[in-house]
């Protein structure tokens, strides 16, 4: 069995920076390099100033701060830290299709194909390869025929570790995670190359907390993992609307079923959707493979999870503009919360930005606050869902999009507020001077439930929430 000295991860981004920074931070004898394509990435990881770090994630700049420079390094190159490692981590992005065969459905596998070819073409010795990044089953086949198939002579044994953290607690996550796994072959090398990998997680992870698979069944894990959190959420928000109907309050509904010790308590918090950037692209994935084999009783049965969140997000949408007298033209609508959840700065798929399209289009002027989404990357949200240089409803998305500092400054004057992320300043405000500086009737949609009903409604806010009928 090899011991681990040396690990480079390649890719830079939400996963591979907080992990290998955790990996730094607990086994100082290993030297972690963490390679990435875009520069400007690199140099804010190296930054001195660490609030310039390009994650937000609560306790990162501290590990970053502990192990950069002793054992963990930043670099954009790729070739010298996959030639002096022993085991390499693959945790490049593996978006969506967005063309050809597959596309709006599959994973797409440019970015793992074109990293497997560059380890082969750079590498001079064994190496163990960990599949990091989250893929379709049966892709540790694909990378395996494409390292070998190169004929330098190095020999390679493919791992699957998905990763399970979630953001806005990567931190604690990679600290004390409910369970590491970890996929190989069946053969001696593979079980071998297993128990490195086990080794290094040994430092700080009980061994009875890591468990061991074939490389398939890891690989599956991932995408069923996150079709099971998602289809949670989904049917919460599913009830959420029967709820809105029948007079019934579904955070009681939650506390009383995640009592059942069979359901649990967890992810049974209904929003106004879920975001991010797996939830979707993973079930979209696992409906794409299964209708691959034929399955399409499986396939539909999944795709209904994307759907009822769709549902979920046109729905919050939709009660504003039906609340706000069947129009929100010209209407000044105040954002709290941008990003796809709070305590990160992620704003990908979050559902703010569908809400946002929907309002645009019915010509309202949305003012947004979030205490760490830029506003250059709210207007490339933006961009990405509405094109402005296309329909007359969203030609002028610019002229209609207002991005604030100051969440009293984004709320003044405004004919309503809708509450996107559950970021806890929010319960911090001062609501009754909201109050006197909105226009009246003062609305208030709450996506997230974060703020108190009783308080506000006392104040003399008309609040809306998520299935309270
Ligand atoms: P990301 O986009 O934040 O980071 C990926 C990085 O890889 C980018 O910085 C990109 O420049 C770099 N990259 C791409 N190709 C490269 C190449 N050939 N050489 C060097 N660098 C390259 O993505 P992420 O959120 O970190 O996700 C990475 C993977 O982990 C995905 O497969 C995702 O599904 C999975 N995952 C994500 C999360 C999460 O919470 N974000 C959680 C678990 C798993
Ligand atoms: C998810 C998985 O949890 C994680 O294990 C995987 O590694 C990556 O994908 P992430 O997307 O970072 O993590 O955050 P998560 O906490 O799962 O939240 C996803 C979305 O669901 C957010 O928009 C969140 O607000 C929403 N959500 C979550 C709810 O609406 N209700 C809940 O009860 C839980």
Redesign the pocket.
Known sequence: VKTITNICCIGAG??GGPTMAVIAQKCPHIKVTVVDVNEQRIADWNDADLNKLPIYEPGLADVVAEARGRNLFFSTDVDQAIDEAQMIFISVNTPTKTYGVGKGMAADLKYIELCARQIAKVSKDDKIIVEKS?LPVRTAEALSTILNSTGNGANFDILSS?????????IS?LQKPDRILIGGDETEKGQSAIKSLVAVYENWVPRENIITTRVWSSELS?LT??AF??Q??SS??AISALCEKTGADVDEISRAIGADSRIGS??????????????QK?ILNLVYLCRHFNLPEVADYWEQVIKMNDYQKHRFAKNIIDTLFNTVSGKKIAFLGWA???D?N?TR???AIYVAKELLEDRAEIHIYDPKVSKEQIFADLKSVCHPEGSEATKDLFKNVIVHKDPYTAMQSAHAIAIL??WDEFKTYDWNKVYDEMLKPAFLFDG?NVVSNEELEKIGFQVYNIGKG
């Open positions: 939400y996963v989250t998905p990763e399970f953290l979630a953001e806005g607690t990567a996550d991932k993992a996150n959190l998602a949670r959420v919460i928000n967890k992810f049974l918090k209904s929003s106004v959707g879920f975001g991010g950037s797996c939830f993973d796809f959840k709070k990160t992620d798929e979050s559902a992320t559950e997230r």
